[in-house]
């Protein structure tokens, strides 16, 4: 049973800052692109961020320079270092991740970690 756990949420007060971690766990073959995503209450779930196996990067354009994202493949782990947080990116924040079992890619999910900005 293949699972991504997240860690790493909490309350921050405007300008700080938050990492988080999303560790992939059980038995698979490997991991392709890994990502963050984040729903806010009433709006749909946005890509946050995405980071290939090999390191590429891409970001939305309302994080760029703020957040970055990164990852251990030695751990299986993500993260996502959320710098100079706005009360905007508050939401519910969802590790996504295209991971091979046997010799099927498969897409999981997180169960989400809460992220709030206090003005």
């Known amino acids: 049973q293949v699972q991504l756990v997240e860690s790493g949420g909490g309350l921050v007060q405007a300008g700080g800052s938050l990492r988080l971690s999303c560790a992939a766990s059980g038995s698979f073959s490997g991991i392709k692109t890994m990502a963050w995503y984040r729903q806010a209450p009433g709006k749909q779930r946005e890509l946050v961020a995405t980071i290939t196996n090999s390191g590429s990067t891409n970001y939305a354009d309302s994080v760029k320079g703020r957040f970055t994202i990164s990852r251990d493949n030695a751990k299986n782990t993500v993260y996502l270092q959320m710098n100079s947080l706005k009360p905007e990116d508050a939401a519910v924040y969802y590790c996504?991740?295209?991971?091979?079992?046997?010799?099927?890619?498969?897409?999981?999910w997180g169960q989400g970690t809460q992220v709030t900005v206090s003005s």
């Open positions: 996504n991740a295209d991971i091979i079992v046997r010799i099927l890619g498969r897409e999981y």
